[in-house]
């Protein structure tokens, strides 16, 4: 055990967890970094394309290196890092990215080879021979790839989202995140407070610095307790805003149960957007280390790093008590860490300082103008070699940190691309003033990284955001801090020959950036590509700017002049779960169930989704063995008897107005105005463009009150364009548009018999041909007293009524019309045989309403009239519109029984079949139980003039072709006599 | 009165009400619906004596309610007038304006708190991107709630109003039970 | 993004459709000599400009209103927003 004493833990919460299959003992409070170095275990991982060995190197969310797969079965998750994977009971942990065992990985054999895996390595090896790619490189690649494996197997767990608002969202709950939160939460304004981490204090967890004289976790408590009881303060932790959106808008993922072993009734996630008035970014800073020849040993990490698991989770870093630490550092930051951990009794070897005056600010030995320039221990450190002015000696130490300098977190001041702004003082980054609007960034993530100027700065930053949006704010009382000792040198890294990492996860060394100089690979942004660094799960975040620093050097520029990278969300991993949200399956859209599904469902009818819609397909009776047998029966009860459809998805938009005719003239391409009270006209839309666009109908009610209908496919399209025509580009018409589909359960009662059975149901309805003729439209009332309204309209080319109801007796009617069409035959059919009638009848529908088609194609050409304007009318006469020569038209396949498939194309018998000597399509296709024979409709060129003509159907896809014979696409009543019956 | 039977937009007899710790969510299968659009240059009439709101706001008065659907629109909602010819009702009262039924055009779900405007509150965080703290009694909108299209009425503290698509009641009550159930936790 | 709705205030743009140029309010007089040229230019010609652009959203989620939004395609910044029945209403007095 390598426990240190005090810490954040809660030495009486012991838990259990096994890591590659060992048993280990933690304490709440730990992460699973912090449990491991806690029993001694340095050696977390492999590295992604050398697969060298590697420890942890951070304390948070940066890690590079200690990537795990968490948990087994259905919940096994890859690629977590152990820095921020919260300790729970039973937690069982993997190492990924190795074959066998961890200790001897069979991948370690690529470190052997890494000559070959230099920078642009991918970009040079796999580019030839080409035909290696498909069937050695990629399947090579993706097997290596990607470090952890998913389980295969469903998630089983619930992800939640939702929608918060405040007048300030703060990023971090560090000194000045809380110092923000007090100021602003005592002003009275809506404050959220958000954390990735489970508790407050930010650094001053992984500090000793003392507020007030005292513990300062005593004053984060307070003002936790504080925060708590206002209720215009929300505190979120576990939660990683990861992204900025336009004006104010924030993605965050709290993570509810991550840290149990089962979310329970919880859910797993939550995807949170935030829209904010302003923000404080306060999400403190990332320190960086110092590439040196073979400094990826497990051992070796940030003294930061190594500094919070001292003082935070009591831990030394060691794989046995009693090794002695080292720390390599540039500045002062680094004699903190010497400094605490000797305050815990950890054994400090000394501080290997670059600078020939480095300071000395405790009982510790200092090794000036010195730097570390090698390491040993195959499996975790053992030794380093200290080189002053070219002598070396090699020191025996368990770990090493290393101190680099810090840089401020300033990417989501970057998601809109503002550029940071490099600080000579500082030797970072600092976030861009151009940054986000309303976003302020404090503290160390606005390069104030002492705990005193933090405090003040939070504060100050919190006043400023309220003050710009009318909330006034006052100066709080702060706690007495200091600002610890922070100058540094601009000390990037250690020259050597051997290779020195800077992107641990990905590999890459100073000598691939230096590769990728000598290539040219100069801007950052190649350089990046060229090596892939940066590119890792960790985006980068502990190796860009040393990357950019050995890159300035050997360009013999300044660090801004050579580059800087800017971030783009997220911030960190989020998972693909939780912005999928909670609904999958069939609840993972919104269903539209017409009025009489729960009927139809009953009956055992089949269902197909239209869009949201879900609609009866077929009604399958007992010993019917095919839907064909089912869909060919329910056709001819139509044409011989009555059957019954639920057309409530068809869109219905109820138009009124003095102007409401005019406007419809507009809208539709033949006269709409000219219709009569109580009368139905079949109506035409255009595309502005010219092109056929919707079919519908339009019933007259009133003078000025009229009910159109659209198809069910454009019914929102169309209300919306009718919208755009009224406010957009006549607002001067009198006319008012509302939707009505769902009020109305609308009901197709047809065939020859239909108007028998309507007989029954209505309340003394003169039904008569003379009193209701086709196109005929009334309200009236039906069933003793239930309003309704009727149309004589016929898709199928029957005698055919559409009865409307209130949506919720549409289930009553339908029961009802078939118990009072019993003895009619009155059969349910759904939208299979519907399409079967509308072929036959030679109805345009959704595949010849395609948006490529015209009205001349449609042979609805006189209805583009010439007489007014109309959406689309001009440019339907346009030259190439108005020569074009293909028409719809009905084929029969010579073979009665073979199946004309729909997409295929048509050719002259014997000609080549080209672009060039095609004829035309077919469209739409099915089987006719009314002519026994297979049947189908398209676009001909001069169709019209070709009836009898035997064309060739070609298949090229499935290498088939037939024979069709061109005949009238009316194959049912051609004079249309039945409908007008 | 007709002999056919009606079923409520959830395709039950009787109106569905749930209880989910302190929300309870009632189907109003009462609720007379329609809307109310004035013509050209008309002034705002004052149907069954209610004033008509403004935007984004919604008024009640005994059994008539209206709430702001759009310029120069309103939604009336008439208590226990779901069977009865509620448009025909409207239109006497406004007979300059263009009435359409609506009853079956929308399902209503009333959500009632017994702890006040928290639950309500928790509940609007985890549907709409509505600031419930800017939505007190009085307001009415139309806004997104898992990609259905819904009017929200905040009746008071403690009840809101959900009146979305009849033909998507299922898929919304299922949407709002989640929601209500995830707030017990 | 946020959609300054000229009633409604700040909306989510989720609630919005988005058309594009507002120039489509603008259409041609069928009945002008080169209506079909007008029309060609009116159906096909956009300015698509890198900066301050006007055009259509539609409230399809809210009050059903379209809007004419001034917004800046580089920044996302939204430098207004107005009923578009009113753009059109004024521009024809």
Redesign the interface.
């Known amino acids: 055990m390598t426990r240190l004493t005090g810490g954040l833990i809660d030495r009486n919460a012991p838990l259990n967890f096994t890591f590659n299959g060992k048993a280990y003992k933690g304490f709440q409070g730990d992460t699973l970094a912090s449990a491991l170095l806690g029993n001694g275990v340095q050696l977390m991982g492999r590295s992604f394309k050398y697969h060298r060995p590697r420890g942890v190197v951070a304390a948070g969310s940066e890690e590079p290196n200690a990537m795990v797969e968490l948990r087994t079965g259905a919940r096994q998750e890859p690629n977590t890092r152990a820095t921020v994977a919260e300790l729970f009971d039973g937690l069982t942990a993997r190492s990924q990215n190795h074959i066998g065992p961890l200790h001897r990985d069979f991948l370690a054999v690529n470190d052997l080879l890494s000559p070959f895996f230099a920078a642009g390595f991918y970009y040079k090896t796999f580019m030839w021979p080409k035909a290696f790619w498909e069937k050695l490189y990629e399947p090579m690649i993706r097997k290596a790839a990607g470090l952890g494996s998913l389980s295969m197997l469903p998630d089983p767990d619930d992800y939640?989202?939702?929608?918060?608002?405040c007048d300030l969202l703060i990023v971090g709950a560090g000194a000045a995140g809380l110092a923000a939160a007090l100021t602003a939460g005592r002003a009275g304004a809506?404050v959220i407070l958000a954390d990735e981490d489970f508790a407050l204090g930010g650094r001053l967890m992984s500090e000793s610095d003392a507020l007030d004289g005292a513990n300062a976790m005593d004053w984060v408590a307070s003002a936790k307790a504080e925060l708590e009881s206002l209720p215009n303060v929300r505190i979120m932790t576990r939660t990683t805003v990861f992204g900025v959106?336009?004006?104010?808008?924030f993605g965050a993922v709290e993570r509810v149960s991550d840290h149990l072993a089962v979310p329970g009734?919880?859910?797993r996630q939550t995807l949170w957007?935030i829209?904010a008035k302003r923000t404080v970014l306060a999400a403190g800073a990332t320190e960086r280390h110092i590439p040196f020849a073979d400094n990826d040993r497990p051992g070796v990490m940030l003294a930061g790093a190594m500094r919070a698991y001292a003082n935070r989770w009591a831990v030394s870093p060691v794989k046995r008590d009693g090794d002695a630490i080292a720390i390599f550092t540039n500045g002062d930051d680094g004699h903190r860490t010497a400094m605490d951990l000797i305050a815990r009794g950890a054994k400090v070897l000394g501080v290997i300082d670059a600078r020939e005056a480095a300071p000395r600010f405790g009982d510790y030995e200092v090794f000036a103008g010195s730097t570390v320039t090698g390491t040993k221990g195959r499996l975790g450190l053992t030794s380093i070699e200290v080189t002053r002015n070219g002598r070396s000696e090699w020191h025996s130490v368990g770990a090493l940190g290393v101190a680099g300098g810090w840089n401020p977190n300033v990417h989501l001041a970057s998601h809109?691309r503002g550029r940071p702004v490099w600080n000579d003082d500082l030797l970072a980054f600092v976030p861009s003033p151009d940054g986000p609007?309303g976003l302020i960034p404090a503290g160390a993530a606005a390069g104030k990284g002492g705990t005193a100027e933090a405090l003040t700065d939070g504060m100050k930053a919190a006043i400023t955001a309220l003050s710009e949006i009318g909330v006034a704010a006052s100066e709080i009382a702060l706690p007495k801090a200091e600002n610890m000792p922070s100058e540094q040198a601009a000390f990037w890294h250690v020259p050597g020959t051997k290779r020195a990492w800077v992107d641990f996860q990905n590999d890459v060394t100073v000598k691939d950036i230096a590769l990728a100089h000598k290539e040219n690979m100069k801007p950052v942004e190649h350089l990046k590509r060229w090596t892939t660094l940066g590119m890792a799960t960790d985006q980068g975040k502990t190796s860009n700017i040393s990357a950019l620093a050995v890159m300035a050097e050997l360009t013999g520029k300044s660090i801004p002049e050579t580059g800087t990278t800017i971030f783009r969300p997220p911030y960190t991993g989020v998972s693909l779960a939780v912005l999928g949200g909670?609904?999958t399956g069939p609840?993972f859209?919104?269903?539209?169930?017409?009025?009489t599904?729960?009927w139809a469902e009953a009956q055992g009818a089949a269902f197909v989704e239209v869009g949201?819609?879900m609609r009866a397909q077929y009604f399958p009776r007992t010993g019917e063995t095919t839907w064909r047998q089912t869909v060919d029966r329910e056709v001819l009860a139509v044409r011989s008897g009555v059957g019954l459809c639920d057309v409530?998805t068809l869109g219905k938009v109820?138009v009124?107005?003095?102007d409401a005719g005019e406007f419809l003239n507009r809208m539709y391409s033949n006269m709409m105005g000219a219709l009569k009270v109580g009368m139905v006209r079949y109506g035409l839309m255009l595309r502005?463009?010219g092109h056929a666009y919707d079919d519908g109908t339009c019933a007259q009610m009133a003078e000025d009150?009229y009910v159109v209908t659209t198809t069910t496919a454009n019914a929102g399209l169309v209300y919306?364009q009718m919208?755009?025509a009224?406010?957009?580009?006549w607002?001067?018409l009198?006319v008012?548009l509302?939707?009505?589909?769902?009020?109305?359960?609308q009901i197709a009662v047809v065939g020859p018999k239909s108007r028998e059975l309507l007989t029954r149901i209505v309340d003394g309805f003169d039904l008569s041909n003379e009193a209701f003729p086709f196109m005929a439209c009334s309200e009236l009332?039906?069933?003793?007293?239930?309003?309704a309204r009727l149309f004589r309209i016929s898709f199928s080319g029957e005698l055919a009524y559409e009865i409307a109801?209130?949506?919720?007796?549409g289930?009553?009617?339908m029961q009802?019309l078939m118990e009072q069409g019993a003895d009619l035959g009155a059969t349910p059919y759904g939208t299979e045989a519907l399409a079967v009638l509308r072929i036959e009848k030679g109805h345009a529908a959704g595949a010849e309403l395609n948006g490529q088609t015209t009205a001349q194609m449609l042979g609805l050409g006189k209805m583009v009239s010439a007489k007014k304007?109309s959406i689309g009318?001009?440019?339907s006469?346009?030259e190439g519109m108005a020569a074009e020569k293909r028409r719809l038209v009905g084929f029969k396949p010579l073979e009665a029984q073979t199946q004309v498939m729909a997409g295929s194309h048509l050719f002259t018998q014997g000609e080549a079949q080209t672009m060039t000597s095609d004829q035309g399509w077919v469209t739409s296709s099915c089987y006719s139980p009314h002519l026994e024979s297979y049947i189908a409709l398209g676009f001909l060129k001069n169709g019209a003039e070709r009836m009898g003509e035997v064309l060739i159907a070609a298949n090229p896809l499935e290498g088939k072709e037939l024979k069709v014979e061109v005949v009238s696409a009316h194959f049912v009543d051609p004079e249309g006599g039945r409908l007008r019956d | 009165?007709?002999?056919?039977?009606?079923?409520?937009?959830l395709?039950g007899t009787v109106a569905r009400t749930e209880v989910f710790g302190a929300l309870t969510t009632t189907e109003n299968?009462d609720l007379g619906l329609a809307?109310l659009?004035?013509?050209?240059g008309q002034e705002v009439p004052q149907p069954f004596g209610l004033m008509l709101p403004g935007v984004g706001k919604a008024v009640s008065m005994g059994d008539y309610a209206a709430f702001w659907t759009g310029r120069g629109?309103w939604m009336i909602e008439a208590a226990g007038k779901?069977e009865v010819?509620f448009a025909a009702m409207l239109k006497s009262e406004v007979p300059e304006c263009?009435v359409?039924?609506?009853?079956?055009?929308?399902t209503a779900f009333e959500i009632a708190s017994t702890q006040g405007a928290r639950p309500i509150e928790a509940l609007m965080?985890?549907?709409?991107?509505?600031?419930p703290?800017?939505f007190g009694p009085g307001q009415a909108t139309r806004t997104g709630l898992?990609?259905?299209t819904v009017f929200l009425i905040r009746r008071a503290e403690d009840r809101l109003a959900v009146i979305g698509?009849?033909?998507?009641?299922?898929?919304?009550w299922?949407a709002l039970a989640?929601a209500a159930r995830?707030l017990e936790? | 993004?946020?959609i300054p709705h000229p009633l409604l205030g700040?909306r989510?743009s989720q609630e919005f459709?988005y058309?594009g140029d507002a120039n489509?309010?603008h259409?041609?007089d069928?009945?002008a000599e080169n209506?079909?040229a007008q029309?060609?230019d009116?159906?096909?010609q956009r300015e698509n400009p890198a900066g301050v652009h006007r055009e259509?959203w539609?409230h399809?989620q809210g009050d059903?209103?379209?809007l004419v939004v001034t917004r800046d395609t580089t920044?996302?910044?939204?430098l207004g927003a107005e009923?578009?029945?009113n753009v059109?209403?004024g521009a024809?007095e």
């Open positions: 939640d989202k939702g929608f918060l608002h809506d959106y336009d004006h104010g808008i009734d919880k859910v957007r829209t809109h609007k909670g609904d609840l859209r919104p269903r539209r169930l017409t009025p599904h729960h949201q819609w409530t109820d009124q107005g003095a502005e463009d009150h919306r919208e755009f009224h406010q957009c580009l607002p001067e009198d008012q509302i939707s009505t589909t769902d009020a109305w359960a009332t039906i069933c003793n007293g239930l309003r109801v209130p949506a919720r007796y289930h009553a009617l009802r304007d009318a001009v440019m006469r346009r | 009165m007709t002999d056919l039977t009606p079923i409520t937009a395709g299968a809307s659009s004035l013509r050209a629109q779901a010819d263009s359409t039924e609506q009853t079956d055009g929308f965080a985890k549907l709409v991107n509505i600031d703290k800017a898992e990609h259905m698509m009849r033909t998507l009641a299922g898929s919304l299922h989640v995830r936790d | 993004m946020l700040l989510d459709t058309l489509l309010m259409r041609p069928a009945t209506a079909e029309f060609c009116y159906v096909f259509l539609f399809e059903r209103s379209w920044t996302h910044e939204i009923l578009a029945s059109k209403l024809a």
